[in-house]
């Protein structure tokens, strides 16, 4: 069965800086061409917040965190990370990992999804 496992989540003060990893595995986790992050906070919606295509040649990001964060892959570890620089505590939320073969659903409805990691920015 294919699996995405996020790590890297934690507690850290507003201003610093944070690397989130997820990793795939199962029979199809090289299938996916895509991967991304989402996250959802208490009380919101689950939002889009970045996604990355197989060579790492197409970037995608939400307007609330381009700038700061940085989505990187290393397909030999079937590995996606999300660099999380000068955090707010408006970033507060449960991380997700995700992929999905099809750019056309990579930022709404991917097709795997991980457990979710939580990172908590105090002030």
Do not use: H
Not at 10 to 24: E, I, P, Y
Not at 27 to 53: C, D, H, L, N
Request: aromatic share 14%.
């Amino acid at each position: 069965q294919v699996q995405l496992v996020e790590s890297g989540g934690g507690t850290v003060q507003a201003g610093t800086s944070l690397r989130l990893s997820c990793a795939a595995s199962g029979q199809t986790s090289r299938s996916f061409y895509y991967m991304g992050w989402f996250r959802q906070a208490p009380g919101k919606e689950r939002e889009f917040v970045a996604a990355i295509s197989y060579m790492g040649a197409g970037t995608y990001y939400a307007d609330f965190v381009k700038g700061r964060f940085a989505i990187s892959r290393d397909n030999a570890k079937d590995t996606v990370y999300l660099q999380m620089n000068r955090l707010e505590p408006e970033d507060t939320a449960i991380y997700f990992c995700a992929g999905d073969s099809l750019r056309s659903r990579i930022r709404g409805s991917p097709r795997y999804w991980g457990q979710g990691t939580q990172i908590t920015v105090s002030s």
